[in-house]
């Protein structure tokens, strides 16, 4: 996710937008900004009438400048006038695989800053405090990493979460039966 401010002398006109930007969305009385969304690079905005865009849904962050310069083009063409926004990442989702299972339940009781309640959700939230990070841990090994800024703190968080799963032996060995046996109560 990644934010810009538009520069502009006097609110946009939101209505208007909307009826100039083809696909765009606006029930001000459900939310208050504009939702347009974009195709390559592929890009969800969130245009409000300040002048405040947020830019979501982006497989590569570091396309952010890419979509808004895009979104810029094209409203400019409707006498909307901006210099180049400051774009700011605000937050990155990634996601991934250890290529392990992960015993869940062992892992609640050795690792610290978590939450597992299976019932609710069948992930385990880990929140790594350095570097500062969240985690969706699943048993497959599969995991969704936010809360992070930059790439350089995301691979390393990663790295972090690898070690300790590894180093607190809170893995299964992948046991693959081709028999099985069914018990009905």
Sequence with gaps: MATAKLDLKEKLDLVKLTRK???AEYHPERFPGVIFRQDNPRATFLIFSTG???????EIFQ????AISKLLKKIKKF???SSNPEIVIQNIVANG???TIINLNKAVLLMEFVMYEPEVFPGLIYNMKNPRAVFLIFSTGKFVCTGIKEEKILEKAILKLN???NDMDITN???IEDEFELTFL
């Excluded at 405040?52 to 982006?58: A, D, K, Q, R, S």
């Excluded at 396309?63 to 890419?66: G, I, M, N, R």
């Design 163 to 165: 070690r300790e799963i």
């Design 21 to 23: 930007l083809y696909d």
């Design 97 to 99: 695989d250890l290529h």
């Design 79 to 81: 006498g909307i006038k």
């Design 52 to 58: 405040n865009i947020v830019v979501t849904g982006l």
């Design 63 to 66: 396309d952010a400048e890419k």
């Design 173 to 175: 060995e992948i046991v």
